[in-house]
Every structure is written in C-alpha cells, then in structure tokens.
C-alpha cells in the first residue's frame, strides 16, 4: 500500500480539473499512473470514504478530492457516517 499515493491522487485531482473529470467518467484508468494495491483501487471506485480513511488517507485532501470529482457535500457527510 502506499498511502503517498492516495494522497497525492487527491491533491492531483483537487488541482487539475482534468484529472478530476476524467476519474468521474472512468477512475480505472487512472490508476496505472500510480503504485496503488488492489484493496486501495477498490475503495476509491466504490469511494469508500470510512476505508480510505482507515488507510490513511489525509482527510482535507480526500473531501477535496471528493468535491473535485462530486461537488455534494451531503453525499460525503453521509458516507463519512455509514457504519
């Protein structure tokens, strides 16, 4: 796993608008741009906000991230309270 990637795929896409639209229309294919583990791909294509969390990921850049790629914040919240 490396964490270091997470973040600065949440930094790159908080910061590039381009990036961002193109993780919302097809997140797989960006991942071969980073070292990022299977368990790591599959909670960002399911956006697994509590998993990613748990990994390590900075939370300011991952709700950035998020906004970048959803812009709903009531859609974060709630999946930042799923159990």
């Known amino acids: 796993m490396s964490v270091y990637d997470l973040n600065q795929l949440m930094r790159e896409v908080n910061r590039n608008a381009e990036l ?3 993780c919302s229309l097809r997140i ?9 583990a299977a368990e790591e791909r599959a ?4 956006w ?3 998993g990613l969390l748990a990994m390590g990921v900075n939370p300011y850049l991952l709700f950035a991230g998020w906004m970048a790629i959803r812009s709903d914040v009531a859609g974060y919240i709630g999946a ?3 159990r």
Not at 28 to 36: E, K, P, Q, T
């Open 20 to 22: 961002a639209r193109r």
């Open 28 to 36: 797989d294919a960006i991942f071969d741009s980073y070292d990022l």
């Open 43 to 46: 909670a960002l294509r399911g």
């Open 48 to 50: 697994d906000i509590r």
């Open 80 to 82: 930042v309270r799923q």
